[in-house]
């Protein structure tokens, strides 16, 4: 496996690991980074139930964790792989859509943008 900054190149996979990226690193125009949580206390009314709180974030997944993958081909033998992601929801939607309906023609445009985004917003 061949190392080029952001991308990790092994056959025909091409492969980013998004662990430490804040902003959504979908098709969109979006490069700003996600904002903080909501964060909510929710009031015991129960004295058997103690005060909750919870957080709400802006990307999926909501709960704050991270996706492990998604796969955009990136041409007829290349793939496209986004390690530990989190991602908007327009984009989440997208990149779902496009997968179920079978759009790999649509998944390989979405794979250049992404490409193109990564390389001029992340630094190394």
Known sequence: MTSNKIFEYNGNTVSVDLSNVKFCPGPC???????EPL???LQKLDMNISAKTEYT????PYSGGKYAKFCYPI??????????LRI???????YLEFTEENYIDELKKDANII???LKKNISN
Do not use: A, F, G, W
Not at 29 to 35: A, F, I, Y
Not at 88 to 94: L, P
């Open 115 to 117: 490409m193109k985004k």
């Open 57 to 60: 974030y802006y990307y999926k």
């Open 29 to 35: 125009n979006c490069s700003v980074d996600e904002p």
């Open 88 to 94: 908007c929801s327009s984009c989440h939607h997208r």
């Open 75 to 84: 041409n007829d033998t290349q793939v496209l792989v986004l390690n530990n």
């Open 39 to 41: 964060i909510y206390t």
